[in-house]
């Protein structure tokens, strides 16, 4: 159990255009849902806080305009990358927490985006 | 405030050697500690956590990690490696708020 996923896994756009990543929880329902950012060779950094049905938390330095985030099941939360430009370019990781056992994240496969 | 120090960048080890992975942490709270893997352009994998009781604590794939408070640490072990895990491992630390804080990971090279 436990399984989360992301889609897509791989996603090439224009500078200037939106990206869409979608992070779903397939066999639990995740009150809390996470949002990291990898650049190469380099750790987790969090992103934000997403929990259903109300606005997400985002970490200092995170342009809440520019990553939106939507967490309007218990199943989905999506990151929008919004005029995306070349230096967004990065992995993104989404996790979730099992009711009850919060303590414990349970990454998705993450989605590398190339901003062109 | 919490912090996580992985004290190796890189660690080459040859396959069937035993291999030790370092992790200290630091926290004002009482933590929750985890080892995850991450294989090449793929996501995180949970391989053990510490929450509380015994602090030897088994995960997957034949690794453990002891937990010491007195010298804040959770290395994880493995007696005997293999080519497939070949991989990048953070520890990662929690005060039970939800915030994992991750250390900067350690790679482990297996070599044949």
């Known amino acids: 159990g436990a399984v989360v996923s992301q889609h897509p896994s791989w996603v090439i756009c224009k500078s200037g255009t939106s990206v869409k990543i979608e992070c779903r929880s397939l066999?639990?329902?995740?009150?809390?849902m996470f949002w990291y950012r990898q650049f190469p060779k380099q750790s987790l950094m969090l992103m934000a806080t997403?929990?259903?049905?109300?606005?997400?938390?985002?970490e200092q330095g995170v342009e809440k305009d520019k990553f939106l985030i939507n967490h309007a099941s218990l199943t989905l939360s999506t990151l929008t990358v919004t005029s995306a430009h070349p230096e967004d370019s990065s992995f993104y990781i989404c996790?979730?927490?099992?009711?009850?056992?919060?303590?414990?994240?349970?990454f998705g496969p993450g989605t590398r985006l190339l901003v062109l | 405030a919490q912090s996580v120090t992985q004290l190796d960048s890189q660690v080459p080890v040859f396959e069937e050697a035993p291999v030790e992975l370092r992790c200290n942490y630091s926290?004002?709270?009482?933590?929750?500690l985890f080892w995850y893997v991450q294989y090449p352009n793929q996501g995180l994998q949970l391989l053990l956590k510490?929450?509380?009781?015994?602090?030897l604590v088994k995960g997957i794939n034949g690794f453990e990690a002891e937990f010491n408070k007195s010298q804040t640490s959770f290395h994880l072990r493995k007696p005997s490696v293999h080519i497939s895990d070949t991989a990048e491992y953070f520890c990662?630390?929690?005060?039970?708020?939800?915030?994992?804080?991750f250390g900067t990971g350690t790679k482990l090279q297996v070599i044949p």
């Open positions: 996790s979730a927490s099992r009711p009850g056992a919060q303590e414990t994240q349970y």
């Open positions: 066999d639990f329902q995740a009150t809390t």
């Open positions: 997403s929990n259903e049905g109300s606005k997400a938390t985002y």
């Open positions: 926290s004002s709270v009482s933590v929750y």
């Open positions: 510490y929450l509380s009781g015994s602090t």
């Open positions: 990662a630390v929690t005060g039970g708020y939800q915030k994992v804080t």
